[in-house]
Nanobody
Framework: QVQLVESGGGSVQAGGSLRLSCAASGATYRYTCMGWFRQPPGKEREGVAS????????YYADSVKGRFTIALDNAKNTLYLQLNSLKPEDTAMYYC?????????????????????WGQGTQVTVSS
């Protein structure tokens, strides 16, 4: 089994920054792709960014391009999401997830059904 634990969320003012972390443990060999998703209040969960475990970034949502950066430290089995220039519309529960074949697709929104493992989420709140 695979366990994913997010941390780093919090409350910030618009324009601020946060770094989210996702610590993976267990059978990490079972997946080849990791991603960040978010669910704003009252809305559906959406893909934010994805990356191959080999290091290649495959996707950023248009709404976060140039502001968010996904990165992976395989030595620490930890996925990161650097959030800069935060806006109130970035307020959401942020989840990390891991998946296998097909979960990472260059330039394409991640298919959540292909992500087998999910963390519990970390809340990000941005005030204006």
């Amino acid at each position: 089994q695979v366990q994913l634990v997010e941390s780093g969320g919090g409350s910030v003012q618009a324009g601020g920054s946060l770094r989210l972390s996702c610590a993976a443990s267990g059978a990490t060999y079972r997946y080849t792709c990791m991603g960040w998703f978010r669910q704003p209040p009252g809305k559906e969960r959406e893909g934010v960014a994805s990356i191959y475990t080999s290091g290649g970034v495959t996707y950023y949502a248009d709404s976060v391009k140039g502001r968010f950066t996904i990165a992976l430290d395989n030595a620490k089995n930890t996925l990161y999401l650097q959030l800069n220039s935060l806006k109130p519309e970035d307020t959401a529960m942020y989840y990390c997830a891991a998946g296998g074949l097909g979960a990472c697709r260059y330039g394409q929104r991640p298919d959540q059904s292909l992500y087998n493992y999910w963390g519990q989420g970390t809340q990000v709140t941005v005030s204006s």
